[in-house]
């Protein structure tokens, strides 16, 4: 087994992912991602591409990952140069900076509330802006959170990144709308009743009846602790 391999595999058991449902989410045969755990076969820039969007990896550990993938591909003899300390770099290496040049950067708003980000406050301005890859940010915001409703999951002063106008499924984390109030919640609908719940038992779920204000503005696809 390769590092990648070994990444991979406690990746899935953090995650306590199936094999068949990792390979259906990321899109590839779970016989291919059989064959990449076990380190029979090294992953091509499209399957981590992939792999990337379905689990939503961050920039930071897709520099990693990357990097990792390409000293697999290492002759051992320069493996072993590395290991005694001398500086060798794969022809192939390739740094996220390399990937920047080749992606669509964009521009992503930070805003400094809930509210802000939801768009409840008047003409609400961003902060800050941060230049992301496109694949990854583009119809995206950066909110920043504060207090403790959804600890330990996002702590507070936390940023999110929230994908704005897609489907939030149950049980995910989004931002909403619900009687005048800009949350940060955990989306659940069973019975036939939908709740926004709080990840910290301390809060009660609120429930959302048929004739409340409620508004779905977008899923948290990231969770960032510093920005």
Same mark, same amino acid.
């Given at each position: ?7 991979? #595999?406690?990746?899935? *058991?953090? %995650?306590? &992912? @199936?094999? !068949?449902?990792?390979?259906? =989410? ?46 697999? #591909?290492?002759?051992? *003899?320069? %493996?072993? &140069? @590395?290991? !005694?300390?001398?500086?060798? =770099? ?138």
């Amino acid at each position: 087994m390769n590092e990648f391999g070994c990444y991979l #595999k406690e990746f899935m *058991e953090k %995650k306590n &992912l @199936k094999l !068949e449902y990792a390979a259906e =989410k990321i899109g590839v045969s779970f016989g291919s991602l059989g064959h990449y755990i076990k380190g029979r076969r090294s992953p091509s820039y499209k399957f981590l591409e992939k792999f990337f969007n379905a689990f939503n990896i961050s920039p930071e550990e897709q520099q990693k990952i990357i990097t990792m993938v390409e000293e697999d #591909k290492m002759p051992e *003899e320069m %493996k072993k &140069l @590395k290991k !005694e300390g001398t500086k060798v =770099k794969s022809q192939s290496m390739i740094s996220i900076t390399d990937l920047e040049i080749k992606t669509e950067m964009i521009r992503v708003p930070v805003y400094n509330s809930v509210s802000a980000g939801a768009g409840l406050e008047p003409n609400p301005e961003p902060v800050d802006v941060i230049l992301l890859p496109k694949n990854v940010a583009d119809g995206c915001v950066i909110i920043k959170v504060y207090g403790d409703s959804m600890e330990p999951t996002i702590k507070d002063g936390f940023s999110v990144m929230v994908k704005q106008e897609v489907e939030v499924a149950n049980n995910d984390i989004g931002i909403f709308i619900h009687e005048g109030e800009a949350l940060v919640k955990r989306y659940r609908c069973f019975d036939g009743h939908c709740y926004l719940y709080s990840d910290n038992d301390s809060y009660p779920p609120r429930e959302i009846r048929k004739n409340d204000e409620f508004k779905i503005c977008g899923k948290v696809i990231w969770i960032m602790e510093k920005i």
